[in-house]
């Protein structure tokens, strides 16, 4: 922990008082002005909240942030070190290269929900190892209450938290089948306080519902495709409905296969509020009317997740690099970027633009930076490797929790932006950490045993 720490500390102070873009500064409105809503995760924003009651600077909750991911991340390698004797010198040296990588220190000093739901994780993967190598583990009240604990937190802290942890549960009930009704019982409970948090608890804390326009992103976003497909028709009555929702030619003619936010900046808020039924009917109707087409139209707008090469046109939205906080000088006058290392902060901001988009004829470096896919499919090779020689098939689940979010972004991929899958790209790190020390072992046993 203390590798990451003190070099994300650095990076802190020369980013001072930490990465602030539109949608960390709309929840630290919320924060400054006690009106929450729904739009970004609500407990995510009361989080920032209560510590802003300690110390009201991003400063403190970015290091905050960092001393969390670091934990989970240090947690992860623990578990490696405990139960499968990596060693652990070796360990530190790969902390030093982990916490140097451009794509994790942005991600630690930017204030965005991506960054704690991926630590956690990444520290439920380390649970799940752990799960794996304890038969007593499913026994223990303090290792269920913490399972449960991170479970319920990933759950609040990302919309589609929800998704992973009933996924998860239910794939590790079948694989730990002696002890899946505890496990279902944890699951059940999650989505039982999930569900009266969202709910009840919304009502009581005065929480508002989201942005209406996010709700209804992918039935527009689908409309447009279809609006700019030759062959697809729509009846005068479907464009007067669709009118009353979104501006139709703006639609049309803004529509980007691989980003809904064109598609979202079209439609009448105040309308799909108001009975926004009517229109996600519509957007049924025509998906059931031209099902190839909306069959193509995901898969183009899911490349991001599971194609490791890009699709003819598309793009990944990388890290943020430049902070939005000269725009709320006039709000916020003392959240002006502030650099405490102002010679080191040019350098890092250097640094991270090559790391994301350096390319040389063919050869784009962020297609391997930035592309969670790829990771994905190195993390199943190697998990393949793993489980086969530690003779453990279940080792197979410390990667349900970075596949699963996956899986639950392909419904409403809204821009394709590395953060969502943050956590994809960290346990590939991981695992090729893990791969690393056993192939030098192996090879290195080979060694010996051929000179005696």
């Not at 609006?227 to 529509?255: A, I, K």
């Not at 003779?391 to 410390?398: G, P």
């Amino acid at each position: 922990m203390i590798v990451f720490v003190l070099i994300w500390g650095i990076v802190l102070l020369a980013y001072w008082p930490g990465i602030l873009v539109s949608d960390s500064m709309y929840q630290w409105h919320q924060v400054q002005t006690g009106t929450f809503d729904n739009w970004h995760p609500a407990y995510n924003t009361l989080y920032i909240y209560l510590l802003t009651r300690i110390c009201n600077s991003p400063a403190f909750v970015l290091f905050i942030q960092i001393i969390i991911l670091s934990y989970c991340i240090a947690t992860f390698m623990c578990s490696l070190e405990k139960y499968y004797r990596v060693n652990k010198y070796f360990l530190l040296s790969c902390s030093v290269v982990l916490a140097l990588i451009p794509l994790n220190f942005n991600s630690a000093v930017i204030l965005l929900k991506d960054t704690l739901y991926s630590a956690l994780l990444i520290l439920l993967s380390a649970i799940t190892i752990e799960a794996v190598n304890r038969p007593s583990f499913f026994t223990s009240s303090k290792k269920l209450f913490k399972l449960f604990l991170v479970l319920l937190l990933i759950s609040l802290f990302r919309h589609n938290g929800i998704i992973v942890t009933i996924l998860y549960c239910f794939t590790v009930g079948i694989v730990f089948r002696k002890n899946i009704r505890r496990i279902y019982l944890i699951g059940g409970a999650v989505t039982l306080i999930y569900l009266v948090m969202t709910t009840i608890g919304f009502s009581v804390l005065g929480i508002s519902e989201g942005n209406y326009a996010n709700k209804y992103a992918p039935v527009s976003h689908l409309l447009a495709r279809m609006l700019n497909t030759p062959g697809v028709e729509f009846t005068d009555s479907e464009l007067d409905l669709m009118q009353d929702y979104v501006d139709v030619t703006e639609l049309r003619d803004s529509f980007d296969p691989y980003n809904m936010d064109y598609s979202i900046a079209t439609q009448n808020v105040n309308a799909l509020k108001e009975s926004g039924e009517r229109y996600l009917s519509l957007g049924l109707r025509k998906a059931l009317q031209y099902p190839i087409i909306t069959i193509k139209h995901y898969l183009a707008l899911d490349s991001f997740l599971y194609s490791p090469i890009p699709f003819p046109g598309s793009y990944v939205v990388g890290m943020f690099t430049e902070t939005d906080l000269w725009e709320y000088k006039d709000i916020y006058p003392n959240l002006a970027e502030n650099s405490k290392i102002p010679w080191l902060l040019a350098d890092l901001k250097n640094i991270s633009n090559w790391y994301q988009s350096f390319s040389m004829g063919i050869f784009h470096l962020e297609y391997f930076t930035m592309r969670p896919a790829i990771y994905f499919y190195i993390s199943l090779a190697i998990i393949a490797y793993l489980a086969k020689k530690k003779q453990q098939i279940a080792l197979w689940c410390c990667l349900l929790p970075s596949a699963f979010n996956l899986v639950s972004l392909a419904p409403a991929m809204p821009v394709s932006m590395t953060r969502y899958v943050y956590s994809t790209i960290l346990t590939g790190y991981l695992l090729i950490i893990w791969f690393m020390f056993e192939f030098y072992k192996s090879k290195h046993t080979k060694k010996l045993q051929e000179k005696v």
